[in-house]
């Protein structure tokens, strides 16, 4: 429930599905389990898991939403090594190699050959949608996870106008300059971990753990290299890892935030779920507005253009 990764993007217009409607668009996209010969699939699970029933979870101002996919797990070296058995038998029987078509058809055949016999893995991906803050945040360390998460919402709801919040002077700018100035914003500590990187593709990178980040042995470092990760603890409520494309790695809520909603039973699991999204939605949010007006950034900008 509680989110460790955020990716978080913007509505350029606001978002205005009513509850009933959203729901009914989820259930175009329902999760299924795949087809004996199908690799994958994706779709809308239930946003409570084995809580609930609904594919989409409402309080707070703020929807939840679960995007379930399951894949096939087909090992390359079993494919590859029965493909080298098919291209060897085509070549005993006619004396000939075999060409990029037969092999990619070998290669289709045999995948279809083992698809019924395969392994599954079944991966869940929360976001929640917040039209009063015109956020989207996906829990998610993976762009791509984020981008399939918003291409399967924008399938159901036929359109979906959002955008990366993207600073003008460039992140890494700005975090370095905390250090540089050896000072981060107020309700910001900085931690001991981060990453330094040098322009250019095969720049060189420098990765720091367990290390004073304003030591004189890091500073030296920023005249040629830029900040693109920085840890960092924020208002006594979370730790994370703050990267330059602005995503948030390795979110962990502080004992204090969780502490708030120990008195609630969990006899009922979905009224505590319920609890424990709208004290997390609410600290997130906080968080959010605070982290991109570092940047000059606002998360109702739409409203202000």
């Known amino acids: 429930m509680w989110f460790k990764n955020l990716y978080i993007f913007a509505f350029t217009k606001p978002f205005t599905q009513r509850e009933e409607d959203l729901e009914k668009a989820l259930h175009e996209h329902v999760f299924a389990r795949c087809g004996a010969t199908e690799l994958s699939r994706f779709g809308w699970s239930n946003a409570l898991g084995k809580h609930g029933e609904r594919l ?20 390359a070296s079993v494919v590859k090594e029965r493909l080298e058995e ?63 998460f918003l291409a399967l919402l924008r399938k159901c709801l036929g359109s979906l106008p959002v955008t990366s919040f993207v600073p003008d002077a460039g992140a890494e700018t700005t975090m370095t300059s905390w250090l540089l100035e050896q000072a981060l914003p107020e309700r910001f500590t900085i931690g001991f971990e981060g990453e330094l990187k040098a322009m250019g593709d095969d720049a060189a990178v420098l990765k720091c753990k367990n290390q004073d980040l304003l030591s004189d042995e890091i500073l030296a470092h920023l005249g040629e290299k830029q900040v693109v990760k920085i840890a960092f603890d924020w208002d006594q409520t979370l730790s994370c890892m703050l990267c330059d494309d602005l995503s948030v790695k390795r979110v962990k809520f502080h004992d204090s935030v969780y502490e708030q909603n120990e008195d609630i039973p969990t006899d009922d699991m979905i009224v505590k779920i319920d609890a424990d999204f709208t004290l997390m939605t609410g600290e997130l949010n906080r968080f959010i507005d605070d982290m991109l007006a570092q940047f000059e950034l606002a998360t109702n900008s739409y409203l202000e253009n």
């Open 86 to 148: 098919k291209v060897e038998e085509l070549q005993q029987e006619h004396s000939r190699k075999a060409t990029k078509k037969e092999k990619e058809q070998f290669k289709e055949d045999i995948t279809f050959e083992l698809l019924p016999r395969a392994f599954s893995r079944i991966s869940d991906t929360q976001g929640y949608i917040c039209p009063e803050k015109n956020i989207i945040v996906v829990n998610t360390s993976s762009r791509a996870k984020a981008e399939d």
């Open 56 to 75: 989409l979870h409402y309080t707070n101002g703020c929807f939840l939403l679960n995007a379930r996919k399951e894949e096939k797990m087909l090992p």
